[in-house]
Nanobody, 125 residues
Framework: QVQLVESGGGLVQAGGSLRLSCAASGRTSSTYTMGWIRQAPGKEREFVAAIRWSGLSTYYADSMKGRFTISRDNAKNTVYLQMNSLKPEDTAVYYC??????????????????WGQGTQVTVSS
């Protein structure tokens, strides 16, 4: 089992920045790929970004490219999401998710085995 705990959410003005963190514990060998997924009020969950174990392969949803950066520190079992130039439409609960060496697209939410409880990000206009 893997436990994921997000932190770093909060209220920020449009144009501001936040950095989310996700600390993993337990069988962290099952966190080969880590991702961030978000869910805005009244909307489906959507993929934000993902990163492989090496940190060399990263993936982003088109609307986040250039504004968000995912990174990881395997020594600390922690994944980060740096969010810059935030917009009101980025308001959502942000979830950290992890999976092992399973196949399937990293963009597919159903391929993630472990999920955190989420952290709220609110961007005011």
């Amino acid at each position: 089992q893997v436990q994921l705990v997000e932190s770093g959410g909060g209220l920020v003005q449009a144009g501001g920045s936040l950095r989310l963190s996700c600390a993993a514990s337990g069988r962290t060998s099952s966190t080969y790929t880590m991702g961030w997924i978000r869910q805005a009020p009244g909307k489906e969950r959507e993929f934000v970004a993902a990163i492989r174990w090496s940190g060399l392969s990263t993936y982003y949803a088109d609307s986040m490219k250039g504004r968000f950066t995912i990174s990881r520190d395997n020594a600390k079992n922690t994944v980060y999401l740096q969010m810059n130039s935030l917009k009101p439409e980025d308001t959502a609960v942000y979830y950290c998710a992890g999976r092992g060496l399973s196949g399937g697209s990293v963009y597919s939410l159903g391929t993630y085995d472990y999920w955190g409880q989420g952290t709220q990000v609110t961007v005011s206009s």
